[in-house]
């Protein structure tokens, strides 16, 4: 037996990363943020009221994946949702509690990036650009083709 296979050890990895994460905000006061909302949160700040598909493409998402998080955060009350241009569309925007909680917001996320760049110093190959090679090379070449070629 090889031990567990990629997708076994990135979800494990995620988990490592996401849970420290999501420990330090609950120490922050930062109640049911989870680090996935992190990417919509940052980009609603700077861009202001968006689509959910405007969203989706600037945190390099699928709208399914964006609508189902935008969802989540509705409920939780971190963002407003109103109709857009058509019935199909829905503007999201920032909750006034949801302004509030950015300076620490950001003091979180700017911490977080400062151990990621402390944790790529500590590896063979940095993880973040690993990850971004790996992206670039699986838009090139999708897995589905390279498991269907070792068929």
Do not use: C
Not at 9 to 16: A, N, Q, S, Y
Not at 90 to 106: C, G, M, N, S
Not at 114 to 120: C, F, I, N, S
């Amino acid at each position: 037996m090889t031990g567990p296979g990629l997708g076994t050890r990135l979800r494990h990895l995620i988990e490592l990363l996401d849970g420290d994460v999501a420990i330090v905000e609950e120490e922050l006061g930062l109640t049911g943020f989870r680090p996935r909302y992190a990417p919509f949160l940052r980009t609603l700040a700077t861009l202001g009221p968006s689509t959910i598909r405007d969203l989706a493409k600037a945190v390099e998402v699928t709208h399914s994946a964006a609508s189902q998080t935008i969802t989540q955060m509705d409920r939780q009350g971190l963002v407003s949702l109103s109709p857009g241009t058509d019935a199909r569309q829905r503007i999201v925007d920032l909750t006034p509690r949801t302004r509030a909680l950015l300076p620490k917001l950001e003091q979180a996320w700017q911490a977080a990036e400062a151990a990621g760049r402390e944790l790529d110093a500590e590896l063979p190959y940095p993880l973040s650009e690993v990850v971004i090679a790996a992206t670039e090379a699986l838009r090139r070449k999708p897995l589905r083709d390279r498991i269907r070629h070792n068929l």
